[in-house]
C-alpha cells in the first residue's frame, strides 16, 4: 500500500474520533496525549508478546516517543487500579 493511501486510510479512521473531540470540548493536546498513552501501551504489548524485555528505551524507540514521555506515562499508569 503506498504512502498516500495509507495517510488517506489513517485521515478516515481519525475521522470519526476527532468529531468525538469536538463534541466533548476535547483540543488537539488531549487526543495527543491518549495517542501516546495507546503508543506505549501498544508498544509494551508488542515486546511482551515478542518476549522481549520491555525497558524505557525499547519502548520509546518502537513508539517515536522521547523516553521522558514513555517514563511519565508508565509512572501515571502505575497509580490506577
Known amino acids: 500500500m503506498s504512502s498516500d ?19 466533548h470540548s476535547l483540543h488537539l493536546q488531549d487526543l495527543i496525549e491518549a495517542a501516546k498513552v495507546v503508543f506505549v501501551e501498544e ?11 520491555v525497558t524505557v528505551s525499547r519502548l520509546s524507540l518502537l513508539s517515536g516517543l522521547q523516553r521522558k514521555d514513555v517514563t511519565r506515562i508508565q509512572s501515571s499508569g502505575s497509580d490506577q487500579p
Open 43 to 53: 508498544a509494551e504489548a508488542e515486546l511482551v508478546q515478542q518476549g522481549e524485555k
Open 5 to 23: 493511501a495509507v495517510t488517506a486510510l489513517l485521515q478516515s479512521i481519525l475521522r470519526p474520533v476527532v468529531r468525538f473531540a469536538l463534541r
